[in-house]
Structure formats: structure tokens, C-alpha cells
């Protein structure tokens, strides 16, 4: 049976799974979904359409799934998914998306710190961490195992690749590639996130191929598309390296450089 805290209110429409503890002065909303073994500490609201998967941890001050900042929400069914084993910490906010049967979504294993934002419609994969105060925009997709440093802030509708870190007090308005370190204002490319990805188990063989990829893209004179063609023609074409390759063409904004 859930916990509940008597102070806590809870919608009797509200699905809660096995396990489930409520602290003090919480608020849960009647479509709401908690998972097995959810956990909110205290003062935490989450409201809306908001499923969140199990073993969850959400700390005081925290809100999520309430109505987007977007000016342009008609209203509709429009919610928040968590996946499972995901911390937000003190006073993180997580809107729901704008548009009805749309979702912000946010992977499982991730720990997002105090204060951070993120917006509607944003797309957060597994295992990222956001420092304290990172702020997402609206539309924001961070793929696998990105790191955000404490108070960045990313625009709207840009992308962070897999396994890339950017360092704190970054502005970022273009795309960072995956397995790349961003640091810098402006935000510059110095080189892999090679602790990264060790921890992540990329092979020594791809992690040179990677370096090779780098080289090509921020030390040589070619622009994106002609580094692009030399990495696929000169570069051995791990999977990592066609990651990288796809996430370049695919950039609306373009890249950092």
C-alpha cells in the first residue's frame, strides 16, 4: 500500500503503484501516475497529465507536469512521461508539453539537479545529469548520457548529442555533437569527452576514430560539409563515428564550431 503523509493531498484518481511514499504537503493530481516505489519528499507538486515510472525520487519544492509557458497552449491533454530510477532535485521544474496528446519526456537513470528547468516539448534520453540551474528551452533534445553543466542554458529546439558534456555558464544555441566537451563562451569544441566515454565503454578503436573525426571538424580549415565527407572517406566508420556523422547532417542549427 502507499505511504501518505496526512498533510499530503492526494486526488482519489490518482494511480499509484506499489510502495509509493507521499511526504508532508505534497500535491498529486487526479490523472496523475506514480510507479512502484516512487518517492515524493516533501512540498512537491505534480499535476497534470504526468506518468511517472518507478523508483523515482522527487525532492522538496519540485514541479512537474503543470501547463507549459508556451503562449500558444489551447489546452487539450497535453503531459509529462518520466522514465524509471530518474531524480529531480530541489526545485526543478518540468512542464508539460504544449499541444494535446504531446509529451515532455525524460529517460530513466537521470538526476537532474536543483533548480533546473526544462521546458515543454523537450526530449531528455537516459541517463543525463543536468547541474544545478541548467535551463532547457522549449524543444530541447539531450540524447543518452549528456552531461549540462550548473547554470547553462540551451535554446530552444537545439540538440546535444550522446555522451557529450557541456561545461557550466554555457550559452548554447547550436547543436553540440555527440561525444564532443563544449566549454567556453562562446561555446567551443576542445576535444572528446573521453572520461565520459570510457565510462560508457566505447571501444579504444573508436574512441581514436573519434579523435581523428575531431581533428578534422575543429582543427583543419574545411568547413562542416567537407569534413563531413573526409571523415566518411579517411575514418574508420565505427558506430560511433556514424553517430556523429548522421547527428551533423541531420543539424537544423548547425553545429558549434
Do not use: W
Request: aromatic fraction near 4%; charge should be negative.
Amino acid at each position: 500500500m502507499p505511504e501518505i503523509h496526512p498533510t499530503a493531498v492526494v486526488s482519489s484518481e490518482a494511480e499509484l503503484g506499489e510502495n509509493v511514499v507521499i511526504g508532508p504537503f505534497c500535491s498529486v493530481g487526479p490523472q496523475v501516475t506514480l510507479g512502484d516505489g516512487a518517492r515524493l519528499v516533501s512540498h512537491v507538486v505534480v499535476d497534470g497529465f504526468t506518468k511517472l515510472g518507478a523508483g523515482c525520487t522527487i525532492f522538496p519544492f519540485a514541479s512537474v507536469g503543470l501547463q507549459t509557458q508556451d503562449l500558444k497552449y489551447a489546452g487539450g491533454r497535453p503531459g509529462v512521461i518520466i522514465g524509471d530510477h530518474t531524480t529531480l532535485r530541489e526545485s526543478v521544474t518540468v512542464n508539460a508539453a504544449t499541444a494535446d496528446g504531446d509529451f515532455t519526456r525524460i529517460g530513466s537513470h537521470c538526476h537532474i539537479m536543483a533548480y533546473a528547468h526544462i521546458a515543454h516539448d523537450c526530449i531528455v534520453g537516459d541517463r543525463v545529469i543536468i547541474a544545478n540551474v541548467g535551463t532547457l528551452a522549449g524543444h530541447v533534445i539531450l540524447e543518452d548520457r549528456v552531461i549540462l553543466g550548473g547554470l547553462s542554458a540551451v535554446h530552444q529546439f537545439t540538440r546535444l548529442g550522446r555522451n557529450c558534456i557541456v561545461g557550466g555558464c554555457a550559452k548554447v544555441v547550436q547543436d553540440v555533437p555527440p561525444f564532443m566537451m563544449a566549454d567556453g563562451n562562446p561555446l567551443r569544441v576542445p576535444g572528446l569527452n573521453a572520461v565520459g566515454l570510457s565510462r560508457a565503454g566505447v571501444s579504444e578503436d573508436s574512441q581514436k576514430a573519434l579523435k581523428q573525426a575531431h581533428r578534422l571538424l575543429y582543427r583543419s580549415d574545411l568547413g562542416t560539409r567537407d569534413a563531413c565527407a573526409r571523415i566518411e572517406s579517411e575514418v574508420p566508420q565505427t558506430a560511433e563515428v556514424q553517430h556523429l556523422l548522421q547527428f551533423i547532417r541531420s543539424s537544423e542549427r548547425g553545429i558549434v564550431k
